[in-house]
């Protein structure tokens, strides 16, 4: 994307190191990632509320809300998801400069694109979650019924059905949402926060 040349970058007097300190723990972003009604919603906004009540400062970004405003011009083409999540990158590049644990909940169904949101925020900021899941008990789950849509042709370009999810290759954490309660998954993601020192700073 071109950069207009007039515009420059506005530094600011209060660093990203100063506002983490003020805050108590260090920003950083849980990135899950994996097919349509895998879990990662409800896992994300799980999480959220136990480190919310921890005195965390918190946002988890989900994709239908994103959807509903930032990228409401978007759809589902391969390009288009692209940009999706260029998009999102950008946003939570300035929200971990304010200080602030992100949790995302995209399924993002490409590696490329992941890889491109990872260098776009930085490595050490960067934790990739695959909730791993099997496609047809994703579709037993779905309640927005966009599954059974997908397979009536009523829906393109639809993750699981006529769409392609490329498993990450080597994530940080696997949840197994087929295996595993709710509670289990959430506390494993806590587990690996506090065992990462990121709640430290």
């Known amino acids: 994307m071109r950069k207009n040349n007039n515009i420059f970058w506005q530094k600011t007097l209060?660093?990203?190191?100063?506002?983490?300190?003020?805050?108590?723990?260090?920003?950083?972003?849980?990135?899950f990632t994996g097919l349509?009604?895998?879990?990662?919603?409800?896992?994300?906004?799980?999480?959220?509320?136990v480190l919310f009540e921890l005195g965390?400062?918190?946002?988890?970004?989900?994709?239908d809300n994103i959807?509903?405003?930032?990228?409401?011009d978007l759809g589902f083409s391969k390009e288009e998801r692209k940009e999706n999540i260029r998009r999102i990158a950008e946003v939570i590049k300035l929200f971990l400069d304010a200080g602030i644990i992100c949790l995302t909940a995209f399924v993002s169904p490409y590696r490329q694109d992941r890889e491109m949101a990872k260098k776009m925020i930085?490595?050490?900021d960067f934790f990739?979650?695959?909730?791993k899941c099997p496609v047809e008990i994703c579709e037993n789950r779905d309640k927005k019924g966009l599954y059974?849509?997908?397979?009536?042709g009523l829906i393109q370009n639809y993750t699981g059905v006529n769409e392609?999810?490329?498993?990450?290759?080597?994530?940080?954490?696997?949840?197994?949402?087929?295996?595993?309660?709710?509670?289990i998954c959430v506390n494993k993601i806590i587990e690996f926060i506090k065992n990462r020192f990121l709640l430290e700073v």
């Open 36 to 49: 349509p009604s895998s879990g990662k919603s409800t896992i994300a906004h799980n999480v959220e509320k």
């Open 14 to 31: 209060i660093k990203r190191e100063d506002r983490e300190k003020h805050k108590g723990h260090k920003s950083f972003v849980i990135w």
């Open 128 to 131: 990739e979650v695959y909730v």
């Open 148 to 152: 059974k849509k997908a397979r009536m």
């Open 56 to 63: 965390c400062h918190t946002y988890v970004f989900d994709g």
């Open 67 to 72: 959807r509903h405003g930032l990228c409401s």
């Open 164 to 183: 392609v999810y490329e498993e990450p290759a080597n994530p940080d954490l696997i949840l197994e949402t087929d295996k595993n309660e709710l509670e």
């Open 122 to 124: 930085g490595e050490k």
